[in-house]
């Protein structure tokens, strides 16, 4: 009974925290779209400013540089909370493959392979003579799966 209460008081914190982060995320969402657009509407209202080639008062010039030092730096910062509130965690996913090969291409076969799991982290490798003189490889993969 004890250990049921504990996974029961687990699940429900669980949730609280997954719900806090949920309205965090929300909330710092609306911040950096606020945010994003005060500076478009910045950009707009000098757009002769930044659009003039000549002289300092180009997109190189002081007008773009005080655009960048305003905005820049805050939502770099709020990607990186937002960043951080969004981690999810991984499942980690399996994937088992199998060569039919000889001695001769062995090398080249398990390299084709690892190749086209580049992705995937190799875990394990067996090699099995079968009668025939021919080799059967079984290669084991893993990789974190973040889904949708």
């Known amino acids: 009974m004890q250990k049921e209460t504990s996974n029961l008081e687990s699940s429900v914190r669980e949730r609280r925290r997954n719900l ?29 400013a930044l659009l003039d080639s000549a002289g300092e008062q180009n997109v190189l010039g002081f007008e773009f540089q005080e655009i960048e030092d305003r905005y820049t730096s ?58 025939d003189s021919s080799l059967l490889v079984v290669i084991s993969f893993t990789a974190d799966d973040y889904g949708e």
Do not use: C
């Open 74 to 131: 805050r939502l770099q910062a709020l990607n990186s909370i937002l960043e951080n509130l969004e981690y999810r965690r991984p499942r980690l996913a399996h994937r088992i493959e199998t060569i039919n090969s000889t001695r001769d291409n062995l090398k080249k076969d398990l390299n084709e392979l690892v190749s086209r799991f580049d992705q995937w982290d190799l875990v394990d490798v067996n090699v099995s003579e079968m009668s």
């Open 20 to 48: 806090r982060r949920r309205d965090a995320l929300e909330i710092l969402l609306k911040a950096r779209d606020g945010l994003i657009a005060e500076m478009a509407e910045e950009i707009r209202l000098r757009k002769d």
